[in-house]
């Protein structure tokens, strides 16, 4: 069983998305855990209902990022470790409001994953749906990839596409990508936890050939 700590900041749709295919697909996996960057976070009352170990690390309490990063790999390794000295397979980032050091991206490198609301290359950072409807996109969605100190621009594992319609703001267009987001990202991690991804350089196949996209246009 593939040990996976899921890191959120807030409400974690994305992570219950995760733990119910996670259950409901029977994956050799388990959720370990779920920290959050808040303690106040929505994210981890949803976990504890459902006995997962939950864990909250203030940012705001941290003197800096990198104090802020080591106590969060404490947790990372203490909660989703096999106790023998091992972390966990693998960490998920899951709507996780923290942009992490190059140390911390280095300690988990090829076993950190994050779901990003644009389709990468395009508007990495934040404000990604306002940023999409002011560039006049028509299509907009949403990009799992591997994470690399670079923000946002590691290894692609899957991206799902949605219209952006005449009338959207970022919040609709933002719902509308949620839902998307919520169908690739479990599969992603499916595909990972069975051993199914080919990573080279930049670019990610699945070994058995099974679409790495989603075109959603009906998805609310
Ligand atoms: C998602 O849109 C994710 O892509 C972004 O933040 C949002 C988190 O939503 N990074 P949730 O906490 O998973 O509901």
Same mark, same amino acid.
């Given at each position: 069983m593939?040990?996976?700590?899921?890191?959120?900041?807030?409400?974690?749709?994305n992570m219950q998305a995760i733990a119910e295919a996670c259950a409901r697909e029977r994956w050799p996996a388990r959720i370990a855990a779920v920290?959050?960057?808040?303690?106040?976070?929505?994210?981890?009352?949803?976990?504890?209902?459902?006995?997962?170990?939950?864990r909250a690390l203030?940012?705001?309490a941290h003197a800096d990022r990198a104090v802020f990063d080591a106590e969060l790999a404490r947790s990372i390794d203490e909660l989703g470790g096999d106790g023998q000295g091992h972390g966990p397979d693998l960490v998920v980032? /899951?709507? %996780?409001? !923290?942009?992490?050091? /190059?140390? %911390?991206? !280095?300690r988990y490198a090829g076993r950190l994953i994050n779901i990003h609301p644009s389709l990468l290359p395009s508007f990495a950072g934040l404000h990604t749906h306002q940023r999409a409807i002011d560039a006049g996109c028509v299509l907009a969605g949403?990009?799992?990839?591997l994470v690399t100190p670079e923000l946002d621009h590691g290894p692609?594992?899957?991206?799902?596409?949605?219209?952006?319609l005449p009338g959207d703001d970022a919040a609709s267009l933002s719902d509308r990508v949620l839902g998307a987001e919520h169908l690739i990202y479990p599969r992603a991690l499916r595909w990972w936890v069975e051993g199914q991804l080919e990573v080279q350089g930049l670019r990610v196949r699945h070994i058995g050939s099974e679409p790495q996209w989603l075109i959603a246009p009906q998805v609310e």
């Amino acid at each position: 069983m593939k040990r996976l700590v899921i890191l959120i900041s807030g409400r974690g749709s994305n992570m219950q998305a995760i733990a119910e295919a996670c259950a409901r697909e029977r994956w050799p996996a388990r959720i370990a855990a779920v920290i959050a960057s808040r303690p106040g976070a929505a994210g981890l009352a949803w976990a504890e209902a459902r006995g997962i170990p939950t864990r909250a690390l203030d940012h705001r309490a941290h003197a800096d990022r990198a104090v802020f990063d080591a106590e969060l790999a404490r947790s990372i390794d203490e909660l989703g470790g096999d106790g023998q000295g091992h972390g966990p397979d693998l960490v998920v980032l /899951a709507g %996780f409001m !923290r942009i992490l050091g /190059a140390d %911390f991206v !280095r300690r988990y490198a090829g076993r950190l994953i994050n779901i990003h609301p644009s389709l990468l290359p395009s508007f990495a950072g934040l404000h990604t749906h306002q940023r999409a409807i002011d560039a006049g996109c028509v299509l907009a969605g949403a990009t799992v990839h591997l994470v690399t100190p670079e923000l946002d621009h590691g290894p692609i594992v899957a991206q799902a596409a949605v219209p952006v319609l005449p009338g959207d703001d970022a919040a609709s267009l933002s719902d509308r990508v949620l839902g998307a987001e919520h169908l690739i990202y479990p599969r992603a991690l499916r595909w990972w936890v069975e051993g199914q991804l080919e990573v080279q350089g930049l670019r990610v196949r699945h070994i058995g050939s099974e679409p790495q996209w989603l075109i959603a246009p009906q998805v609310e």
